[in-house]
């Protein structure tokens, strides 16, 4: 804002805003608003690595303040962007998985707000990738189907039954064996 940048900002994990005070951390998050920043947090990682000390169960669970940011107008995004790495040794950059997993660690559930566009239309529209993230007539048919009929059932049971389409064509969803996977993790 003081050098009135005009570009796109996006900031990332913000963890650090879940231990501020209540008046900073609602001054912060105003002047985000403010400054029309996007935040993209990634829940999965923050709460693997905060407070991580060897032979105690960790108590600082640190992940950014969902609720108030979205309430405040800002753009908010769930993610992962460490996958089988010193960072964060596990996940498959599953989407659905990061949403079942932002869901309990962040309670994305029992509000009004569609949480499911923090992963879907929000980033889209980040990015400006217009029209996508959102199933509409003539947009290409890039989605995941299953038999879920609520996200109570999806989140249950994510692994189930997908059939993903790209472009309109089901592809293959089979998952690789963890040996093909070795070269890439070395």
Not at 60 to 84: C, F, K, Q, Y
Request: with cysteine.
């Amino acid at each position: 804002m003081r050098n009135k940048f005009t570009g796109r900002v996006t900031a990332g994990h913000c963890c650090s805003l879940s231990l501020y005070g209540d008046n900073e951390r609602a001054d912060t998050i105003a002047r985000v608003a403010d400054a029309g920043l996007a935040v993209v947090s990634l829940p999965m990682v923050n709460m693997y690595l905060q407070d991580r000390t060897g032979g105690r169960t960790p108590r600082w669970r640190g992940i950014a303040p969902l609720h108030e940011l979205a309430a405040a107008g800002v753009d908010v995004m769930v993610a992962s962007d460490n996958t089988r790495d010193p960072f964060y040794a596990y996940g498959d950059l599953d989407l659905i998985e990061v949403f079942r997993e932002a869901t309990r660690i962040a309670h994305l559930d029992h509000c009004e707000r569609p949480w499911i566009d923090a992963v879907t239309a929000t980033p889209a529209a980040v990015m400006g990738l217009d029209g996508y993230g959102r199933i509409a007539v003539s947009r290409p048919a890039d989605l995941i189907v299953t038999r879920a009929r609520t996200f109570n059932e999806l989140l249950s049971r994510p692994q189930v039954d997908r059939i993903v389409l790209v472009a309109g064509r089901q592809i293959d969803t089979t998952l690789p064996d963890y040996r093909e996977l070795d070269g890439l993790m070395m």
